[in-house]
């Protein structure tokens, strides 16, 4: 059974930190991408950030670019995800997403096939 669990989130207040975690397991997903979405209450999951299989080509949203670095531990089968200066904008519900087919990184969330539960993430102003 295919598992990707979320961990990391919390409260922080703007200009903090947080690194988010997810364990894959049930599945090698090291030759896959892999992703982190956010989404908050009402609104469409959005792309914040994605790896290809070599790790080599992260690609950001816009309004994360230059504060949040994405990176992937192939050998633990983990994916993670670092937020430096933080912002209340930045307050939503965190998800890690995998590929399960072997091809460029998609920023859709309708492509991707694996889930986790998503992490909590607040930033207070």
């Known amino acids: 059974q295919v598992q990707l669990v979320e961990s990391g989130g919390g409260l922080v207040q703007a200009g903090g930190s947080l690194r988010l975690s997810c364990a894959a397991s049930?599945?090698?997903?090291?030759?896959?991408?892999m992703a982190w979405f956010r989404q908050t209450s009402g609104k469409e999951r959005d792309f914040v950030a994605g790896?290809?299989?070599?790790?080599?080509?992260?690609t950001y949203a816009d309004s994360v670019k230059g504060r949040f670095t994405i990176s992937r531990d192939n050998a633990k089968n983990a994916l993670y995800l670092q937020m430096n200066s933080l912002k209340p904008e930045d307050t939503a519900v965190y998800y890690c997403?995998?590929?399960?087919?072997?091809?460029?990184?998609?920023?859709?969330?309708?492509?991707?096939?694996?889930w986790g539960q998503g992490t909590q993430v607040t930033v207070s102003s």
């Open positions: 790896v290809s299989t070599s790790g080599r080509t992260p």
């Open positions: 049930g599945r090698t997903f090291s030759p896959y991408p």
């Open positions: 997403a995998a590929d399960r087919r072997l091809r460029g990184l998609e920023v859709s969330p309708l492509e991707y096939d694996y």
